[in-house]
């Protein structure tokens, strides 16, 4: 039987994620992101492909403007909101799709919420800056919290756990807290376990084993698995682009055990198979 996944309120908007999972374009408008760096820099480009995105079936895009990829450099506020603010600016005005700015910045989400965006996605969970709860709180925006060990720059340097899945529940929880006890409305808040973050392969394969488990967070999970490193070590595919048939499965994986959104590069092939697991979920719920 399928998990509970509560519905969010997203500035005067709600998500039914009760009713299906929600998928999330994944656009970066840097020169050093893992997969697409640099491809979007261009405005015109950036704005084009995120509406190629919606075309697709993105619910949801999520525009960053600085890299977190494993030994990524720290980027200016001033650097991320000229890279970010145009384009959710320009965007706002082409699409009622839900917006969503990717940073760890309180400044940065400020901008971003006042330009249009409707998400703040912050990959720290809070731990960078806790003042990112009060600007969420102050704008009404949905917040996603995202668990990761250390920071970009040193992430990957043999992160060690004892149970990986109770831990990053337990990290979550305090992120929850702290964004309730900021005034950010519980049912504005989605957490994610942060899949690349500060985990080795077998912690990554533990937690989408066991996604079910935080569901003890009573929160909707966003898991964001597209085009890792984990999926090319399992299947030995060195290239980020030729990942799209592991992203596929551990993104299915991810929904039969309760995620409610995907966070993806390939937005149209994750959407189909997406439809199909829900359909597969709504038999055996009824």
Known sequence: MRLSRPDVTVRGIKLELSRRTYIMGI??????????????LDKEKAVRHAL????????IVDIGGESTRPGAEEVSVDEECSRVIPIIRELSKKTDAVLSVDTRKPVVAEEALKAGARIV??????????RMASVAKRYGAALILMHMKGT?????????????????ARDLSMSVKIAIQ???????????????????????LEILNRLEELAILGRPICVGT????????VLNVPEPANRLIGTVATCVIAVLKGASILRVHD????????????????????
Do not use: W
Not at 52 to 59: K, R
């Open 121 to 130: 996605n912050d990959v720290s969970g809070l731990r960078y800056d806790e």
């Open 152 to 168: 970009p720059k040193n992430m990957q340097t043999d992160p060690q756990y004892g149970d990986v899945v109770k831990e990053v």
């Open 226 to 233: 597209s085009r890792k490193s984990f999926i090319g070590k």
């Open 182 to 204: 900021a005034g950010v409305s519980e049912d504005s808040i989605i957490v994610d376990p942060g899949i690349g973050f500060g985990k080795s392969l077998e912690h990554n």
């Open 27 to 40: 656009l970066n408008v840097t020169p050093d992101s893992f997969s697409d760096g640099g491809r979007f």
């Open 267 to 286: 937005v149209k092939e994750i959407r189909q198979a997406s439809l199909m697991a829900d359909a597969v979920i709504k038999i055996k719920a009824n």
């Open 52 to 59: 190629d995105m919606i075309s697709d079936g993105a619910d």
